[in-house]
Each structure stands twice: as C-alpha cells, then as structure tokens.
C-alpha cells in the first residue's frame, strides 16, 4: 500500500484519529496525494450517503444583526448595509415557491439578537408545519434554551450553530462580547432537545493553521453531529478582516475530504462559500465528500443585502434558477438530486442502503 493510503485507512479506522495525522494530510500538496485523498472521501461518501445529493432551500429572513464577528458583513457596526426584515407574508411566499420546487427542507437563517422575536418565529414554524409536510431547519444564533425548546415544540427539526474555529483563544480573538463556553452550551442543549444539530468552520481565519484545521476536524467528530458546514474564509471590506487574504479552495477541499473520512456519516454540504471563490468549488466539494447543496430562496431585494461576504454566488440570479442549475451539477456528477426531507443519517441508522 503506498503511504498516503496508509494513513488514510489509518485515519479513517481510528475512533479519534491523532492530530498529527490530520495535521500531515491537510500539508499535502501533490496531485497524485491530493488525488488519493479526493478518491477515498468519495469513497466514504458513497458508502455511507450513496448517490444523492440532498437539497435544502435556504431563506435568509432579516440580515439584522447584534454581533460584531471580524469576518462578517452582517456585524452590527457596518452602517453600510440596508438592513431588512421579512414580514410573515414575504416569507410565506418565499416557502410556497420552495415547495413548489418539491424541495422538502427549509433553511430559515438570519442575523442573531434579541431583535427576533421568539413567539414571531414559534408562529413561522407552526404555520409552515401545518401546511406543509417539511423539516425545518433554523439558523439563527445563540439563544435561550427556553427559545430553543419553543421553537422545538412548534416543529422544528434542525439548527445550525457553527463553531467557526474550535479554538478557544482564536475564537475570542474575531468574537467580541462573545464566550466560547456558552456556544458549546448552545450546542449541548439543543442536541439534547432532541435537534438534528450543524456545526461547521471556516477555513482560511487569520491566526487559523493546520494544527487548529485537524483540531475542528476532531471536535466534528467528538460533537457526533448530523451537518457539517466548511466554507473558505472570503474578506468583506466592511468587517476588522477586509485586508485579510481568502481561504484557500484546496485547503477547503482537503478539510471537508478529511471531515467526511472522519465523521462519515454525517450531511456535508457544499458551501455557497465555496462557490464563491475565483471559480465555482461545489462540484469540487461533491466529488470529495460533500453530499448537500443548499440553494438560495431568498427573494430580491432581500437577497442581495444578505451580504456575509461580497460576491457570493447566485445574488442576481433569479429565485428558482437554482433548481436547474442543481439539476444540472448533479448530472455532471453521474449523481441524482434525492428531494426527500433527508434526515440524518445518525437518526435513520448508521448505514446508508
Ligand atoms: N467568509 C466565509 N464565510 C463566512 N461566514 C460568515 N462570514 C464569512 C466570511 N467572511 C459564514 C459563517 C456563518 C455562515 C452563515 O457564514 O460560517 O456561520
Ligand atoms: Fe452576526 Fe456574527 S456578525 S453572528
């Protein structure tokens, strides 16, 4: 067997691989390598997800914001930005046009702070529960485990709450006023309401080396949750990191090649970030362990002012020209779109088939 396969099967029959080893597969730079790690995910992917590439139909309702993350556009201290709320009606057309497109999960994101209201959104999912046979996901910050267990009791499924970097230090270094511990606590309760439950990081952060990247990859692992979100880093000139250089699309690639060879069971989709680099990654994404798109509903004019980082994909493209443009990657692929509501591999049993 030739090295790099030797530490990939090393790696992927550990219950925790070792941070070294990690550490050495995301130093790799060779085609040949590259490409053998690039098999493998696939592998583990097929294996474990199959051929589907699951959709989920993202609305981003408000880009109101209460947080001051280095990296993001939405932070409370650019002024710059238009900032807009959804009222329920927009929102309610925007999911009928969702449905209409046989997609069978909604992504409702926003900016986090108390400007939500918690009885407003309980109202969103009970009302789009009872008319539609859905999951839901939400996205929408850090709240209170009484928040987060109204919402559950209205219906909804699944949240993301990325962890961004899983290092403490590095983390309070881009997050002021924030606390690592309580997002872990986030985490916790949630998992423990009984929601399928995303994380993710973003691969490119100042200060970020490949030490913390194999860190995330095992605190993924250690998390046993049912989303995994990696996207590159990508500079917005209204944030501290605006002069700060992009993630790199590789780097990104071998991160979620080396995520799903680890975790291997869990949804791992290919990020809009990730499409929005110097070309589009996603295929990329899909060829190495990804097995989610997640195109976007949100309607003009909202879409773009939901500005996290500039030239993000599909802006000006009308609502709903995802659906072919996601037809049309998976085919690419030799892989089909699945249009069920694609629970977690962890809830349906370990196994795909
Ligand atoms: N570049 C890439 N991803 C970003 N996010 C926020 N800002 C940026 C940026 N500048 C990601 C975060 C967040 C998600 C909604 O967008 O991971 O969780
Ligand atoms: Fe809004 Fe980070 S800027 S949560």
Not at 157 to 174: A, Q
Not at 279 to 297: E, H, I, Q, S, W
Request: charged share 25%; glycine share 8%.
């Amino acid at each position: 067997m030739s090295k790099p396969a030797e530490l990939l099967n090393r790696i992927y029959a550990a219950g925790l691989p070792s941070v070294e080893d990690l550490e050495e597969v995301l130093s790799w730079q060779g085609r040949v390598e590259l490409g053998e790690l690039f098999v493998f995910a696939d592998k583990v992917r097929k294996d474990f997800c199959g051929d589907g590439v699951i959709l989920r139909g993202i609305i981003e309702f408000s880009n109101f914001c209460d947080r001051e993350c280095f990296y993001c556009g939405l932070n409370k201290n650019n002024r710059r930005l238009e900032r807009y709320r959804m009222d329920k009606d927009e929102l309610s057309n925007a999911i009928e046009y969702l449905v209409s497109c046989n997609i069978k999960t909604v992504v409702l994101q926003s900016g986090d702070g108390k400007w939500l209201d918690t009885l407003w959104l309980k109202e969103v999912i009970e009302n789009i529960k009872s008319r539609f046979d859905m999951a839901i996901t939400l996205s929408v910050g850090e709240r209170s485990a009484d928040d987060y267990r109204v919402w559950r009791q209205a219906g909804a499924d699944r949240y993301l709450l990325k962890i961004e970097t899983s290092d403490e230090g590095l983390y309070s270094s881009m997050h002021p006023k924030m606390d690592f511990k309580q997002r872990l606590a986030c985490l916790g309760v949630l998992q423990n309401l009984g929601y399928q439950v995303g994380s993710g990081n973003i691969v490119g952060l100042s200060g970020q080396t490949l030490k913390t990247i194999a860190r995330d990859i095992i605190f993924f692992k250690r998390g046993n949750f049912d989303m995994i979100g990696i996207g590159p880093f990508i500079p917005h000139q209204d944030t501290e990191f605006a002069g700060q250089p992009k993630g790199d699309a590789q780097l990104s690639l071998k991160t979620i090649a080396l995520t799903r060879i680890v975790t291997k069971n869990t949804h791992i989709p290919a990020t809009t970030a990730l499409g929005s680099l110097d070309k589009d990654y996603r295929l990329d994404g899909l060829k190495c362990g990804a097995n989610v798109l997640m195109p976007n509903f949100t309607p003009q004019p909202y879409r773009k002012l939901y500005e996290i980082y500039p030239q993000k994909r599909c802006v000006s493209e009308p609502v709903g020209s995802c659906r072919s443009c996601m037809d049309g990657i998976a085919k690419d692929l030799g892989r089909f779109i699945d249009y069920s509501k694609a629970d977690s591999f962890k809830l349906t049993g370990d196994r795909y088939v």
